[in-house]
T-cell receptor
């Protein structure tokens, strides 16, 4: 149990376009999902916390208008990178927290975004 | 500002060696410390430590937390090439938004045959 999927696993897009990344909890309901970004040879940096049915909470320095987060259901959160630039190229990972496991987070496999 | 620092940043050992990875933290809201192993994709969970002085063990891996000195260590004995990965530690607070994980810088471990 406790499987989290992400789609797509890899995406290449052109500068100026928008890209949507999906994070799904497959066998549990996730009231909270987290979005992380990881640059090469660096650690995971939390971008935002996404709660079902409410606005996401963004970390300092993360532009909410650029990284749109929607947590419309208990099993799906989406991250949309708007007007992507090459510096947005990164590895994006989501994690999900189940209500019954107050502190356990389950990570998705990640999405490699390359902006050309 | 909350911070989690790991050392060393990278380490090269030979198969059979024992390694100790360090993680120190300064966070305002601390509930637990977690260790993850990251190969090419998302991190995989190793341990969650909440209490001081109680060693957690899984095969050749073990970990312990010192809440007084604010650090944790991860030991790997009889290392194998399959242990090569980035090892991440993270702290987690109590409730709500502080349930988020604050990750350390990571230690890149390379185990040579």
């Amino acid at each position: 149990g406790a499987v989290v999927s992400q789609h797509p696993s890899r995406v290449i897009c052109k500068s100026g376009t928008s890209v949507k990344i999906e994070c799904r909890s497959l066998d549990f309901q996730a009231t909270t999902m987290f979005w992380y970004r990881q640059f090469p040879k660096q650690s995971l940096m939390l971008m935002a916390t996404s709660n079902e049915g409410s606005k996401a909470t963004y970390e300092q320095g993360v532009e909410k208008d650029k990284f749109l987060i929607n947590h419309a259901s208990l099993t799906l959160s989406t991250l949309t990178v708007t007007s992507a630039h090459p510096e947005d190229s990164s590895f994006y990972i989501c994690s999900a927290r189940a209500p019954r496991d107050s502190y356990e987070q389950y990570f998705g496999p990640g999405t490699r975004l390359t902006v050309t | 500002e909350d911070k989690v620092v790991q050392s060393p940043l990278s380490l090269v050992v030979h198969e059979g060696d024992t390694v100790t990875l360090n993680c120190s933290y300064e966070v305002t809201n601390f509930r637990s410390l977690l260790w993850y192993k990251q190969e090419k994709k998302a991190p995989t969970f190793l341990f969650m430590l909440t209490s001081s002085g109680i060693e957690k063990k899984s095969g050749r891996l073990s970990s312990i937390l010192d809440k007084k000195e604010l650090f944790s260590i991860l030991n790997i004995t009889a290392t194998q090439t399959g242990d090569s990965a980035v090892y991440l530690c993270a702290t987690q607070g109590y409730g709500g938004a502080t349930n988020k994980l604050i990750f350390g810088t990571g230690t890149l471990l390379a185990v040579q045959p």
